[in-house]
């Protein structure tokens, strides 16, 4: 177990030189007239001039040879000191801080719904492969892997809140502003997680062991909770940090499309407006989260299978 | 004397009739035993029997346990009967055992749902009974922790548990060595011993004469054979039976040793090895002469295949070592494998396998058709992929395809192992006069010493205790 | 001549059965790919010529697909943005399979600081959601397919990078290649008759799953407005251009809608259900 948080340990510092390294990058390809565009975007066009602009070239440490400015960024990596945003000019980690309760709500959100959905109904599937739950399911399934998560999104839109009018479609801070998020990255989750767990089902239910569970006198009921949940638990737990991989790419664009004020969003916006030290605060921050996400699978992995707590 | 499960006219279908109507009768304190090749329908008889035939096969017939009459056609009425009166004890019990639970609790569960005892009684009551088949520290352990043995016997205290008196056993020596195979008959018989039914599906002839009571033979489906075991394997009626006796290598003809000649080709000096840690073997010596077979025996685990990988510098040693005399190059040492499937590439041909060994060294591909008409092998098996043939004729293609190339020795590690005894008699014949045609020295492997006794010129028997017994020829 | 006849058999054994779901999506993906190359030669309109009194038409026999909100000509459009899904799509997935698949049989044979070294660089590129990854490369390259192309293939080539990685390194000690090893076969050989003939369907799988993949993504980002710019032709800018539209021209928005789908449906079913 210390071994794979190791892992985890060693893949945060991953995420975070990439990232560090890629903005960095960022910041070297900036056009020259850059400077002046950021200090427009922050002034107004008519306050523009020479020293606003390197103020911000100054800000930005464009002004630096490359190894030293690489070496500032890291050490200010490493305090977290994540400069400023140069659109608001409010520090960074005070907006990301912010914005990451509201991902994390709608992603923890998402998570649970998807749980609630997925492997109860995959594992209803595989205790019975070819029938009628079994096809119905893979036929939803398929369909909703066809699409990617904003036409997921935007069917609900169309369909709950624009067709029905029962729910609103963008917005933030009454409780049903989160049901359309979350729903739609949950119904991407579950539509994997179903198919993850039937498939385990149905593998489980198949083994030598089953058999012998219900040879032995146990009833069906009773196979299934003694030797069936937790051997189908493990696969669905660890494919889980798969999908922390689709939660996370959800997250991004989910949140734009419903203007949810989450880390994504403010992702997307910062791109769009060249906010490097935004950008770079919440990459970071959304891949740190990935990172811990894992390391929470692995926890929840050895707790559930006492295999990896014999090893 | 009341039997406690009586099979009765019992036939299995799947589109058509694969198990011909069988009867028998299982008799409290007497092991019954069916003896059959794999694809006998031994299995399927069995399962029909028990009420767990797998989808898309059914059965028909009745048969009454304990008193309680069930027709097999309409398939129900069994699931009440598993676990209280009649379990099973499964093939390859390391699969039967949930790998997340421990083993204590997979034993209590018969108490404990079966028998409606509290968790601690249960408990209490499993741990018992693992106490008494020596289990008492594997309690607490998981199924990936325990040897083969001790996963058998675990499986057979969880069968055992919810108070069920008649066991059917489904080949429960598969897979384990020989001193393993003891102890598990040991448990059987003492279970027979105090009034419970066996019913025991084997294809080892040698487990069968070592349960005694009665004996089915099945061949294609049918029981070709039945009766009190020592009648029946004492005064075979059915030629395949006496076919199947004779194949026991305790009833080869005894072989003709030969004194070893000529300059020896392979020697290995002082050779050692060690494995996690755990020394093998030392100090090892051997001279391989031309056209000499070498039997090797031992306990598994004890580095007998480790040996032959050494001779063959798959492996070095890591003292010692080994040479080539007289400027063999290194295409003619050569290996059988124990496990033919898994030494063959798996997505190409057969034909397309040999006919590239042909052409990577030249060799004459008119060569082929004769060698393949003296190994038996019908010239369509060629088009197949390696899974699409039997195991015994694989493992001839395998001998093909080492012969090709002419060798002066050949390491056949366990060659037989996954084989009938029928198969295995024509597969060790071929290989003996094959190589002695072509003086072709011989290492083979075998767990069964009997066989190495009668094929080898002189044996190497590994004592498990990092010495071994060089033993010379019998009496020549 | 023995050689010979036993050859000219063996090309006539019997060919493998593709299974009815990967019919059907090779037959879609075909139809899709017709449809996105066919379209400008049988219809040679420019995709970005607007025609304000045409703005938001349905379709009609003049206009099979309608107008989208600045009159431009739906077909074309559609076809286009196909065009440019596919084209980064397979430039992606070749990109990085050659050289994932070639690493990873590298890495396995070699063993010992080779493997270690590429298993790091591995996780290097695991570390950040891909969907992270791409956005990031699109911030120093803005409005560039290139940006989405390299983001899309370092993504990517880690797949096949750690499948035939795992799969080599199986292989590579068991018992057949040891036999064909000691019969003087060399690594050509072992590579042609042991490794491709194993790994070549698991790459296909990891391409089409890789082709779903960045498709997704280059719709995720054109959704977005970080993608490719307009007026360029995208499926996912498509969708957000179309979407306040939503109300007077339904069949507008669905259209790339549909696109995507039959895409991604396609790619999911040549992918096979077994993996993922």
């Known amino acids: 177990m210390t071994r794979v948080l190791g892992y985890r340990l060693f893949q945060a510092l991953l995420v975070a030189l990439t990232v560090g390294v890629l903005t960095f990058i960022m910041i070297r390809a900036l056009p020259g007239d850059m400077a002046y565009r950021i200090a427009a975007g922050r002034y107004g066009y008519d306050m523009v001039n020479t020293d606003a602009a390197n103020a911000v070239r100054t800000e930005l440490g464009l002004d630096q040879g490359g190894t030293t400015a690489l070496g500032q960024w890291f050490s200010d990596l490493v305090r977290f000191d994540l400069g400023v945003s140069v659109v608001s000019g409010e520090a960074v980690i005070d907006e990301v801080r912010h914005q990451l309760g509201h991902t994390v709500e709608l992603a923890l959100a998402a998570v649970l719904l998807s749980l609630l959905i997925g492997p109860p109904l995959g594992i209803l599937a595989g205790l019975r492969p070819g029938g009628v739950i079994d096809r119905g399911l893979l036929l939803v399934s398929s369909t909703l892997r066809a699409l990617p998560h904003f036409v997921v999104g935007l069917l609900l839109i169309i369909v709950l809140a624009t067709g029905m009018g029962v729910l609103p479609a963008a917005g933030h801070g009454e409780p049903q502003n989160l049901i359309l998020p979350a729903l739609t990255l949950a119904l991407g989750l579950a539509a994997v997680s179903s198919r993850v767990a039937r498939d385990a089902m149905a593998g489980v239910a198949g083994s030598p062991y089953y058999a012998f569970g219900r040879t032995k006198g146990l009833s069906d009921a009773q196979v299934l909770r003694r030797h069936g949940l937790r051997n189908v638990s493990v696969p669905i737990v660890t494919y889980l940090g798969v999908q922390f991989i689709y939660l996370i790419e959800g997250v991004v664009v989910v949140e734009t499309l419903f203007a949810w004020p989450g880390i994504g969003h403010a992702l997307v916006h910062a791109i769009f407006a060249r906010d490097v030290p935004v950008i770079q605060g919440t990459a970071l921050v959304m891949g740190l989260m990935f990172v811990l996400l894992n390391a929470l699978v692995d926890l929840a992995c050895y707790l559930i299978d006492p295999r990896r707590q014999a090893a | ?476 | 001549m023995m050689t010979a006849t036993m050859s000219s058999a063996i090309t006539a054994s019997e060919p493998k059965r593709l299974p009815v779901g990967r019919i059907v999506g090779f037959t879609v993906l075909a139809l899709v790919v017709l449809f996105a190359f066919l379209t400008p030669l049988v219809w040679p309109v420019d995709p970005t010529k607007q025609s304000l009194r045409n703005v938001l038409a349905a379709p009609s026999w003049s206009e099979p697909l309608g107008y989208d909100h600045l009159g431009r000509s739906m077909l074309a459009r559609l076809a286009a943005a196909l065009r440019l899904s596919l084209g980064l799509a397979f430039l992606s997935v070749l990109t990085a399979a050659v050289p994932g698949a070639l690493l990873g049989i590298l890495a396995a044979w070699k063993g010992g600081i080779v493997d270690r070294a590429l298993s790091v660089l591995g996780d290097v590129f695991l570390a950040l959601p891909g969907l992270l990854l791409v956005l990031m490369l699109t911030a120093i390259a803005p409005d560039s397919p290139w940006a989405l192309y390299v983001g899309i293939s370092l993504v990517l080539w880690i797949e096949y990078f750690r499948l035939t990685r795992a799969t080599t390194r199986t292989l590579i000690t068991s018992p057949a290649v040891q036999a064909s090893r000691l019969l003087g076969f060399g690594p050509a050989y072992i590579i042609r008759r042991h490794l491709w003939p194993e790994i070549a369907p698991m790459i296909l799988t990891v391409a089409a799953f890789g082709a779903a993949t960045a498709i997704m993504a280059i719709a995720a980002l054109g959704f977005v407005s970080v993608g490719v710019r307009p007026p360029t032709p995208e499926l996912g800018l498509m969708m957000t251009e179309l979407l306040p539209y939503y109300e007077e021209a339904p069949h507008a928005l669905l259209q790339p809608i549909i696109a995507v789908f039959l895409l991604v449906l396609s790619l999911n079913l040549i992918a096979g259900r077994k993996a993922q």
């Open chain 2, 1 to 476: 004397m009341t039997a406690l499960l009586v099979a009765d006219g019992v036939r299995v279908f799947a589109r058509e009739r694969i198990v011909e109507p069988a009867s028998l009768s299982l008799h409290p304190g007497r092991p019954f035993t069916i003896l059959g090749e794999t694809g006998s329908g031994k299995s399927l008889l069995a399962q029909a029997i028990m009420g767990t035939l797998p989808k898309g096969l059914r059965a028909e017939g009745s048969v009454t346990i304990a008193g309680q009459r069930l027709s097999l056609a309409v398939g129900q009425g069994h699931r009440s009967l598993w676990g209280r009166v009649i379990s099973v004890l499964p093939q390859e019990p390391w699969l039967a055992l949930d790998p997340t639970m421990r083993a204590r609790e997979q034993v209590a569960e018969g108490y404990g749902f079966v028998r409606g005892l509290s968790v601690a009684d249960a408990a209490r009551r499993a741990q018992v009974d693992l106490a008494n088949l020596g289990l008492a520290d594997a309690s607490g352990k998981l199924p990936s922790q325990l040897s083969g043995g001790m996963a058998q016997r675990v499986a057979f205290a969880a069968a055992r548990a919810g108070g069920a008196r008649i066991v059917i056993a489904d080949e429960p020596t598969k897979g384990l060595d020989v001193a393993r195979r003891d102890d598990v008959i040991a448990l059987l018989l003492r279970e027979v011993a105090e009034g419970g039914g066996l019913l025991t599906i084997t294809h080892d002839l040698a487990l069968a004469r070592r349960m005694g009571g009665d004996l089915a033979v099945m061949l294609d489906g049918v029981i070709i054979e039945q009766g009190p075991a020592e009648e029946v394997l004492g005064d075979p009626q059915h030629a395949y039976t006496r076919r199947l006796i004779e194949a026991d290598p305790a009833h080869w003809p005894d072989g003709q040793p030969r004194k070893a000649a000529g300059a020896p080709m392979l020697v290995a000096e002082g050779v050692g090895k060690s494995r996690g840690g755990q020394r093998l073997f030392s100090g090892l010596n051997l001279a391989v002469h031309p056209g000499e077979i070498i039997g090797v025996t031992g306990p598994s685990g004890c580095g007998k295949s480790t040996f032959g990988d050494i001779l063959l510098r798959l492996l070095p040693p890591d003292e010692g070592n080994v040479r080539r005399a007289g400027g063999q190059p290194a295409i003619k040492f050569q290996k059988l494998y124990q496990d033919p499937p898994s030494a063959f590439p798996h997505r190409i041909t057969l034909r397309r396998a040999i006919l590239d060994l042909v052409k990577l060294h030249g060799l004459d591909a008119a060569r082929i058709e004769p060698l393949m008409a003296r190994l038996r092998l019908a010239p369509a098996l060629l088009d197949r992929l390696p899974a699409e043939v039997s195991g015994g004729e694989l493992q001839r293609f395998a001998l093909l395809r080492v012969l090709l190339l002419d060798p002066v020795f050949l390491f056949a590690d366990e060659p037989t192992s996954r084989l009938d005894l029928i198969t295995q008699q024509e597969m060790i014949e071929l290989l003996v006069e094959l190589a002695r045609e072509r003086t072709c020295a011989v290492l083979i492997v075998s767990h069964d010493a009997e066989l190495i006794r009668k094929v080898s010129d002189r044996e190497i028997r590994f004592t498990g205790k990092k010495d071994l017994d060089q033993v010379e020829p019998k009496a020549a």
